[in-house]
């Protein structure tokens, strides 16, 4: 079995920059891949420093989802990722797309080549997704007799309608992203995703790292809530920003001239 690392996560300007590294597979999802996602993604939670996460992948594809010869070496592969312990609240199969959507910070990602099955799951988990005009997408998952179970049905019903939903979960078909632009699955269409996600994340990352945390968790919590539940998470959220420093340097920013150099933001807080 190769030891090579599956994940690489580079921090940079207080970007990270998470690369799939099974190139020669385009990017299938082994065990080992499985794992180092989620621990990646468990570190840059503890991260604070980090403002924004750019997932993407080497080689000539995002990913093509899971790797079914690695399955069938390891037959207790499918066990280990399906089964869910009884404390937690998912299992490493849902963990591994949902700890994106998870993060206190914006996910962008970029995708070129193939985007099948879990692939598409881990990119529909994130906040933002980029894309060639001719990636190929697939909910591909009917092909192997199965659902999406990668936490797919969560993210499917915030983006598209549910027709679309079960016309591509039920046909598994190939679709190119100006065809996933339109369903609202895929966010910008660019020739260089990279490019337009460093452009996106350096932007965010000039913000309050409080106030874009707080962000995510609030479309979190009230996306599709009733009025009044949205309201008083709003004033919740709203409570626990005011007065606090990064608050204090965003106002002062805001304040001052275009000629003066802005004061650099703190690392994120810990309140949400």
């Not at 997408?137 to 983006?159: V, Y």
């Amino acid at each position: 079995m190769s030891t090579e690392q599956r994940v690489v996560c580079e921090i940079r300007d207080h970007i990270a920059w998470v690369w799939l590294n099974r190139p020669e597979k385009l990017n299938g999802l082994d065990m080992a891949m499985f794992r180092e996602m989620v621990a990646t993604a468990k570190a840059l939670r503890k991260n604070r420093s980090v403002r924004a996460v750019i997932l993407a992948a080497r080689g000539e594809s995002f990913c093509a989802g899971l790797d079914f010869k690695a399955v069938a070496k390891d037959p207790m592969m499918i066990p280990k990722v399906f089964l869910k312990w009884p404390w937690t609240k998912q299992n490493l199969a849902q963990e591994i797309a949902h700890c994106w959507r998870d993060l206190p910070v914006p996910v962008i990602c970029a995708i070129h080549g193939n985007c099948f099955g879990g692939g598409m799951q881990i990119a529909l988990a994130c906040d933002y997704r980029i894309a060639t005009p001719d990636a190929n997408l697939s909910i591909m998952e009917m092909k192997w007799g199965l659902i999406p179970d990668m936490s797919g049905m969560a993210t499917l019903s915030r983006l598209t309608r549910v027709d679309i939903a079960q016309e591509l979960t039920m046909t598994g078909r190939q679709f190119p992203a100006t065809e996933g632009y339109e369903y609202g699955l895929i966010s910008k269409l660019a020739a260089d995703p990279l490019a337009e996600a460093e452009k996106l994340a350096e932007m965010i990352a000039g913000k309050s790292p409080d106030a874009i945390a707080a962000t995510k968790y609030l479309f979190k919590k009230t996306w599709k809530a009733d009025t009044w539940k949205a309201l008083r998470w709003e004033r919740w959220v709203q409570a626990r920003l005011l007065g606090r420093k990064n608050q204090k340097i965003a106002m002062a920013n805001g304040l001052a001239g275009k000629d003066k150099e802005p004061k650099p933001f703190r690392d994120r807080s810990s309140f949400l």
